[in-house]
């Protein structure tokens, strides 16, 4: 599976939160206070939109090229009056697991048991969703 990325549109007005609309995902509208956290909250913002998609059995837009994407008439206005663009990973969930063998520090796998069940997460759920966080930034 080839991970897709959308060309995100980060817009940002006086007194709000920084925004971001997608081009080829209508509907999906992320937000967060300080643009640091953009990038993880767009990847997980996303991600649902897209699983909700799918869940009511609608299609999911390709994302476009990036060049073509950026040279969208709504993306060139929008940048010549501030805004700023950033690709988002699609980090969706085929749904078929796999499993996997991995080898970890003794330590380091007790504290990743210890705040898995902190979370009510099993050890795989824990893992995958630290990844998926990682990966988004």
């Known amino acids: 599976m080839v991970m897709k990325y ?11 939160a920084f925004g971001m609309w997608f081009p080829d995902m209508p509907g999906c509208f992320p937000a967060a206070d300080a643009f640091d956290d953009l ?5 997980e913002v996303l991600r649902q939109h897209v699983e909700a998609l799918e869940s009511n059995g609608r299609a999911v837009p390709e ?15 929008s940048v010549r009056e501030g805004a700023t663009t950033m690709l988002v990973p699609l980090l969706a969930d085929p749904g078929r697991t796999v ?16 705040a898995a069940a902190a979370r009510g997460l099993t050890r795989s759920a824990f893992l995958a969703q630290a ?7």
Request: glycine share 8%; net charge negative; proline share 4%.
């Open 63 to 77: 994302p476009r090229a990036v060049a073509e994407a950026i040279a969208a008439r709504d993306v060139r206005r």
């Open 6 to 16: 959308y060309l995100g549109v980060v817009e940002k007005d006086a007194d709000s």
């Open 99 to 114: 499993r996997v063998n991995v080898t970890v520090e003794r330590g380091l796998l007790d504290q990743i048991d210890e």
């Open 39 to 43: 990038p993880g909250v767009a990847a």
């Open 131 to 137: 990844a998926r966080e990682k990966i988004a930034g």
